[in-house]
T-cell receptor, first 114, second 113 residues
């Protein structure tokens, strides 16, 4: 595998389900990001991790819970979501954390909440 | 306030036409970086270019060129001789030294054969 991979690519879940999104980067980067992309707000930063430490939490509801066990893996745990949480969830990585660095994105997980 | 404005929501051109995507940014910082990303239908954003605020030289990479003008706070992107494969959403973005890159709303480009 190369670059940034995300699984699953598509996910349909009910509001009472618990699911997790997975992201893996094969670039040797030290920072990882979660973004939400929807028609209403094109690209919203959710979380930033630098060397497994969360350095940014952009006022995200607690029904989204990130986890970064190491610098190559990032998870987004989902529980009791709302229909308005339906969106494309993108993972990204960069060599270092910080917005001076270019980011490399995965293909995203298309989430539908029923 | 930090802001990136991409006023063109959608652009449609015929193959081989040249097309310019506009980007206007706002920041009070003197040190900042500007970016362009391409998002094809497959979903992942692809990094195209990064430019820092002290380098106003225009850049050309194949059919792509970028015009950075601090006087007008613009960082425009031109595709020469467009191709169908250029059809995508293009995002301009701004970084000012924090953790949160500011993205524009994106411009959707349709290139018709």
């Amino acid at each position: 595998e190369t670059g940034v991979t995300q699984t699953p690519r598509h996910l349909v879940m009910g509001m009472t389900n618990k699911k997790s999104l997975k992201c893996e980067q094969h670039l040797g980067h030290n920072a990882m990001y979660w973004y939400k992309q929807s028609a209403k707000k094109p690209l919203e930063l959710m979380f930033v991790y630098s060397l497994e430490e969360r350095v940014e939490n952009n006022s995200v509801p607690s029904r989204f819970s990130p986890e970064c066990p190491n610098s190559s893996h990032l998870f987004l745990h989902l529980h009791t979501l709302q229909p308005e949480d339906s969106a494309l969830y993108l993972c990204a990585s960069s060599l270092l954390a910080g917005d001076y660095n270019e980011q490399f994105f995965g293909p995203g997980t298309r989430l539908t909440v029923l | 306030a930090q802001k990136v404005t991409q006023a063109q929501t959608e652009i449609s051109v015929v193959e081989k036409e040249d097309v310019t995507l506009d980007c206007v940014y706002e920041t009070r910082d003197t040190t900042y970086y500007l970016f362009w990303y391409k998002q094809p239908p497959s979903g992942e954003l692809v990094f195209l270019i990064r430019r820092n605020s002290f380098d106003e030289q225009n850049e050309i990479s194949g059919r792509y060129s970028w015009n950075f003008q601090k006087s007008t706070s613009s960082f425009n992107f031109t595709i020469t001789a467009s191709q169908v494969v250029d059809s995508a959403v293009y995002f301009c973005a701004l970084g000012t030294g924090g953790f949160k890159t500011i993205f524009g709303a994106g411009t959707r480009l349709f290139v018709k054969a």
